[in-house]
């Protein structure tokens, strides 16, 4: 995956997004230059969500036409109609069966959509797909069940029999992957965990990403390991102006959590080459604060919600370091991390606003409902910008091999 995060590669090529949430990833492939043709998503306020910004999300909304969000059951839509017109499938299959704050059912579980990810691909038949999914699909115990994940992308053709057992599944699927001829549809993939803090979003976020190209697109494609790192942080705030351009009083500058352990050993000399990780206070250092701000603010989606207390395990993201990772939850309120812990220990919950600017949403994007729905959808969300450094690598290599 080549880093170059500042260059989009806008030659225009279509998509479809599955699963699409509140539309990260969809914005940051869109800012890559895909054009969706269809968005599928069945939440309710998502969809709210998709069509308020759907000039976000799709260059065509300008040419005068409407971007097709398709509301409902992925399981009764057909993709056939775009057999082979397609450059691109994305999404994210719905994680609660990997999550580590899920039950960890996986394939027991009805709302493991990877098989509808899967046909979407059998057939759509995409030069290219990019799906998404939470860390937890690498637990040890889901070992097994991630490779029949993994094989069933790459070899979408291989369907399940009625009332065949997922483990009797794989077995058939191994040997299939193992065979020398290998007729009918196939796609190389490659997976790798990454944290989006490594690719200068504000927030420790790690998602795992499976990236595949059909086998007629010589793509010869790989991850890179991003270019920021918290040891170019620390070192900034030692030595370098982070302090300085934030305009923060020398009493008041305290390295805390991660940082402050790092700090310890870095001297002067040691500067790191990468970029530092960008901060919770690099993200929201410009909005006001919730708390003084009124409901008709001209900052969309940025009013203050009460409430917010720790409790052992949940903290809240200190100012100067990439925020926690941003929960949805599903019990009450979501999460216990989608606070901001300031220097004297008190917390406040994030904005919906400010949350955004932590997943990287431009501040014009619009979400619908109510606070705790919206954090949902961004507890969900795949951040934009790491959705853009992937998707131009994607475009990138697809370009070169049509010229190649």
């Known amino acids: ?105 996986a394939y027991d579980d009805a709302r493991d959509m990877f098989p509808q990810a899967v046909r979407a691909l059998r057939e759509a038949r995409p030069k290219a797909f990019v799906f998404e999914n939470v860390k937890g699909l690498m637990r040890a115990a889901f070992q097994n069940y991630f490779e029949y994940v993994q094989l069933q992308m790459e070899h979408p053709e291989m369907i399940a029999q009625p009332d065949e057992h997922w483990e009797d599944h794989l077995a058939r699927l191994e040997r299939h992957h193992t065979r020398t001829k290998r007729p009918g549809l196939h796609y190389r993939v490659v997976t790798r ?43 900034d705030q030692l030595y370098g102006d982070y302090w300085d351009r934030h305009k923060v009083a020398k009493k008041d500058r305290k390295l805390e959590g991660r940082c402050l352990q790092l700090s310890r050993k870095l001297s002067s000399e040691q500067r790191p080459q990468s970029k530092p990780w960008k901060t919770t206070r690099d993200a929201i250092a410009d909005l006001p604060d919730p708390r003084q701000t009124r ?69 014009n994007y619009k979400f619908h409902g109510a606070w705790s729905e919206c954090m949902r959808q961004l507890g969900n969300a795949v951040p934009v910008h790491l959705a853009q450094v992937v998707g131009d690598s994607v475009a990138q290599q697809l370009t070169a091999s049509e010229v190649g």
């Open 1 to 105: 995956m080549k880093n170059n995060h500042e260059k989009s590669f806008r030659a225009v090529r279509s998509s479809v997004e599955l699963f699409a949430g509140a539309g990260g990833l969809g914005i940051g492939l869109a800012q890559s230059g895909f054009e969706p043709q269809l968005v599928v998503e069945h939440n309710k306020w998502c969809c709210d969500t998709l069509r308020e910004n759907e000039g976000v999300l799709a260059q065509k909304v300008h040419d005068g036409k409407r971007l097709e969000v398709l509301e409902g059951d992925i399981r009764f839509v057909d993709f056939a109609r775009f057999d082979g017109s397609l450059d691109l499938v994305s999404g994210g299959p719905p994680c609660q069966p990997f999550s580590l704050g899920g039950r960890h059912r």
């Open 193 to 235: 965990l990454l944290n989006a803090a490594n690719y200068g979003v504000p927030q420790k976020r790690e998602r795992i990403l499976f990236v595949g190209f059909r086998d007629d697109v010589d793509a010869r494609w790989s991850f890179d390991a991003g270019d920021h790192s918290m040891e170019a942080l620390v070192w």
């Open 295 to 363: 409901r008709s603010s001209s900052v969309f989606n940025h009013t203050f919600q009460d409430g917010a207390r720790t409790y052992p395990g949940h903290t809240g993201s200190y100012l100067d370091e990439p925020a926690k990772t941003l929960k949805a939850g599903v019990h009450g309120v979501p999460g216990g991390e989608n606070m901001l812990r300031r220097a004297d220990g008190s917390v406040r919950y994030f904005s919906t606003r400010e949350a955004a600017r932590l997943q990287t949403f431009p501040d």
